[in-house]
């Protein structure tokens, strides 16, 4: 289980943006929800519930996907998501460096940066 891909910034747009996360096929969903974290402040901006994302599915693994038009991904240089099931971090990206949470499931934990600019 995982964030597989992620897309947060074209050059004069900020359409196509998305977030997929992969789990083995199957596998039940309902407690798994995205954060979103402006990396400016630390703190949680918007939560997706996995499950409401579109699903496809090959032999081995279901795939998820929040596509995003307009402005609704952050894409500073340090914002961020986290996947987290239940009450468990699974994972915390930023786009470029690492910050610390100040809110969220992930709070006082430090996110694991991509190390790309925006």
């Known amino acids: 289980m995982g964030i597989t891909e992620f897309h947060y910034d074209n050059v004069g747009t900020d359409e196509g943006e998305f977030i997929e996360v992969r789990v083995s096929t199957g ?20 939560r997706l519930l996995v499950s409401d994302a579109t ?20 894409n500073g240089p340090l914002d961020g998501l986290a996947l987290i099931d239940g009450c468990t971090v699974v994972e915390f990206l930023s786009y470029c460096g690492p910050f610390e949470a100040i809110n969220g499931a992930a ?3 430090t996110s694991t940066g991509n190390g790309l600019a925006p």
């Open 27 to 46: 596998s039940d969903v309902s407690t798994l929800f995205i954060e979103l974290y402006d990396g400016a402040t630390g703190a949680v901006y918007g």
């Open 107 to 109: 709070s006082g934990q």
């Open 55 to 74: 699903r496809t599915s090959d032999a081995s693994y279901d795939y998820y996907v929040f596509q995003f038009s307009g402005n609704q991904l952050h």
